[in-house]
């Protein structure tokens, strides 16, 4: 999910902690749980700062080792062994278990957004995504702010929010069936379908769409479980060759290789370089595919410049690049 929505959960989740007798005990318990729990909620998030570094290292390691199980063990501690010092008379064990509670749920949501985790690291490095909610979910983020705004109004906020989570759940199996549903006609549409990704969007009744089969590619979108085939592809292998095999080579180019699951290509020659591009085709947007990785090559297929990441025009592409429009 996005910083906002993890704010509001570990506000919720803090709210939610007053049922638990311990925490509501005394002011030390449910100050220090609340400061955790909001902690708790962002800090796998961490290596977002690895986007200052570039576009590269990030895709590689967001939602990498820092949403993996030793991680999900570790976060709490580290959170804990901060606050404790601070808070002396809280319940030392309690703060823990709600501190853990914190980073598992976040972990866990994240789960369900098309981007995934590598939540089962170090036993497996294979993304688990489910591709049920959008990294922004207006309806899920509205939901916590209501209940938020409902304890602020003085209403109990353990059960409050209580309620609010029975909602979210009945919502996420809502999602879930809509999913199945989408995927049922997308399989009556492409019967010998190898492979079929459904992404979630912002608004409750549309889907992204990328499939294939063993001849071709497709792009589409569903609205109100209406499926529409947007733009076909011929499913071309990458070829393997010593310009190929150079562009695999760069730090951008491989990083989006081992993000992106279906993808196109494509090879442009001008008189002094080579230009090879690499096009998702998940995120098809007013006909674009932003999210695309692209190097250039010399004549002796040495680097000169290349991008990964999200592009809505090809003038801005080539500022990316370095390169002065023609």
């Known amino acids: 999910m996005d910083t906002g929505t993890h704010v509001v959960m570990g506000i919720a989740l803090g709210g939610l902690a007053t049922l638990d007798p311990v925490v509501a005990s ?7 749980v609340l400061i955790a729990t909001i902690a708790g909620s962002q800090i796998p998030d961490i290596d977002t700062v ?15 080792v820092t949403h993996s199980i030793p991680a999900v063990i570790l ?25 853990f509670a914190a980073v598992f749920i976040h972990v866990f949501v994240d789960i369900f957004n098309a981007y995934g985790t590598q939540a089962l690291r170090p036993f497996s490095s294979k993304w688990v995504a489910l591709g049920v909610i959008n990294t922004f979910d207006p309806i899920i983020f509205g939901i916590h702010v209501i209940g938020i705004f409902i304890w602020i109004l003085g209403a109990n906020p353990g059960y409050t929010f209580l309620i609010m989570y029975a909602v979210i759940i009945g919502y996420y199996l809502r999602r879930y069936q809509a999913k199945k549903r989408v995927l049922v006609e997308v399989r009556s549409m492409i019967p010998d379908a190898t492979e079929i990704i459904i992404a979630p969007t912002m608004k409750f009744h549309q889907w992204r769409i990328a499939a ?3 001849n071709m590619f497709f792009v589409g979108r569903s609205e109100d479980e209406k499926v529409e085939i947007l733009d076909r592809f011929k499913r071309v292998p990458v070829p393997q060759t010593s310009l190929i095999e150079a562009a695999k080579k760069d730090a951008n180019i491989s990083a989006f290789l081992s993000f992106s699951p279906v993808y196109r290509w494509e ?22 595919y932003p999210f695309v990785a692209v190097v250039q090559l010399d004549c002796n297929l040495k680097r000169m410049t290349s991008y990964t990441g999200w592009v809505f025009s090809e003038k801005k592409l080539r500022k990316k690049l370095g390169v002065i429009p023609s």
């Open 26 to 32: 005394s002011h030390a318990n449910t100050t220090s």
């Open 50 to 64: 690895l986007k200052l570094r570039n576009n590269a290292i990030y895709i590689r390691n967001h939602r990498g």
């Open 75 to 99: 976060w709490p501690i580290l959170i804990v062994a901060v606050i404790f010092p601070f808070f002396t008379n809280a319940n030392l064990l309690h703060l823990w278990a709600w501190t």
């Open 212 to 214: 294939m089969n063993e």
């Open 267 to 288: 090879i442009d020659e001008f008189n002094d370089y080579y230009e090879v591009r690499f096009i998702d085709l998940r995120y098809r947007s007013n006909g674009h």
